[in-house]
């Protein structure tokens, strides 16, 4: 089979495309022809190298985690999947098994959902990773009606998902972008808009009952400036290690810091796949790239600053 595949960690030209060995159905998994494949943090990151302590050094090394696709075998004992199911998940990140970007992989049913139809297989792909990390987000922040929340990185892949979700929940929204990008934030549905950096950044005495920092950067300074105390702040790069810091600022600032890592139980995509039928949601992608592209898509991800995603077609 085709793949984009790591031959090693760092270098420019790491990602390489050519063949694999396909993939056996083994029990309790399903084995997907695979349509899409989308570009998240986390994908760029190993391709880096800064979680080869996760992910080991056996190449050639697949990557990926976002997929949709057509199922192509179903293994031993698993029922509600037939061949030919449109389906769409996430593999995790942080195993050590195959990830998506091939023409075949091999999905443990806990990673797999079957998809909508309203959905197409690109738009299915964009969805999981980023999507269900904003959702968790504002959950954890307890954005509802009447909230004002601030999106740090309201246009990027979990801003732009995070932006909408909060205005479907009646919260008063505040976003963060690049200025090139306010009319896009305006767009997502932003009642205001403010500038990382220059002349308009959010006015000083502004303060927010939640916090959702998609990019994950925000300084702890900025975090006591601008949530109120007793607010909410939530990163999807918080990790294990930054309890620490979380204990420090609620201590000394009296605000609390929590995680928006995705969180992907049934129920979840339920609400996500409720918005988008409903109208309140919409996937942005900003540029798709056939398979054997697969290094440039990265390099679009990792450096081109893209509004919303960026999907891997297979």
């Known amino acids: 089979m085709k793949a984009a595949y790591l031959k090693s960690y760092g270098r420019k030209d790491s990602m390489q495309y050519g063949e694999l060995p396909e993939p056996l159905v083994k029990p309790g998994t399903?084995?997907?022809?695979?349509?899409?494949?989308?570009?998240?943090?986390?994908?760029?990151?190993?391709?880096?190298?800064?979680?080869?302590i996760i992910k080991g050094s056996r190449?050639?090394?697949?990557?990926?985690?976002?997929?949709?696709?057509?199922?192509?075998?179903v293994g031993p004992g698993v029922e509600g999947f037939k061949k030919g199911s449109n389906v769409y998940g996430a593999i995790s990140a942080f195993s050590k098994k195959q990830g998506a970007l091939s023409e075949f992989a091999l999905?443990?049913?806990?990673?797999?959902?079957?998809?909508?139809?309203f959905l197409s297989f690109t738009q299915a792909a964009s969805l999981?990773?980023?999507?269900?990390?904003?959702?968790?987000?504002?959950?954890?922040?307890?954005?509802?009606?009447?909230?004002?929340?601030?999106?740090?990185g309201a246009t990027g892949g979990v801003g732009h998902f995070g932006v909408q979700m909060a205005k479907a929940k009646g919260a008063h929204v505040t976003a963060t972008c690049s200025s090139a990008n306010f009319a896009l934030a305006k767009d997502l549905g932003a009642d205001e808009v403010y500038s990382y950096k220059g002349d308009k950044l959010i006015p000083e005495g502004t303060q927010f009952d939640a916090i959702l920092d998609a990019?994950?950067?925000?300084?702890y300074k900025e975090i006591y400036r601008l949530l109120k105390k007793k607010g909410i702040y939530a990163s999807p790069?918080?990790?294990?290690?930054?309890?620490f810091a979380a204990i420090y600022v609620r201590l000394r600032y009296g605000r609390k810091m929590t995680s928006s890592n995705m969180r992907a139980r049934p129920e979840d995509y339920k609400e996500l796949e409720s918005l988008i039928e409903s109208g309140k949601l919409s996937p942005l992608i900003e540029s798709t790239f056939p398979l054997e592209q697969a290094a440039e898509a990265f390099d679009k991800a990792q450096y081109g600053h893209p509004k919303g995603k960026v999907v891997i077609e297979v």
């Open 128 to 152: 999981p990773v980023a999507a269900l990390t904003a959702l968790n987000g504002l959950r954890r922040t307890h954005v509802t009606k009447g909230t004002r929340v601030l999106i740090n």
């Open 237 to 243: 790069l918080y990790m294990p290690w930054t309890v």
């Open 59 to 73: 190449f050639p090394m697949v990557i990926g985690s976002d997929f949709a696709g057509i199922v192509e075998d």
């Open 30 to 52: 399903l084995l997907v022809k695979i349509k899409a494949v989308s570009v998240n943090p986390v994908d760029w990151k190993i391709k880096k190298g800064l979680l080869k």
């Open 215 to 219: 990019w994950g950067m925000m300084a």
């Open 107 to 117: 999905v443990d049913l806990k990673y797999v959902r079957k998809m909508p139809g």
